[in-house]
């Protein structure tokens, strides 16, 4: 069975290092809200 996936909301930006931090040591994340739908739900 195959799923779609697509993303609800926007995008949020965590950061987990001060901005003094060298670029190499940073760590950040981009998190996405998603939503999963079965492709053929509605055709039945």
Known sequence: MRQ???QIGEPTLSR???R????FMRR???W???ET???GAAAR
């Open 4 to 6: 779609c996936v697509r």
């Open 16 to 18: 987990y290092n001060p």
């Open 20 to 23: 003094f931090a060298p670029w």
């Open 28 to 30: 950040n994340e981009i």
């Open 32 to 34: 996405l809200a998603l």
């Open 37 to 39: 739908a079965d492709p």
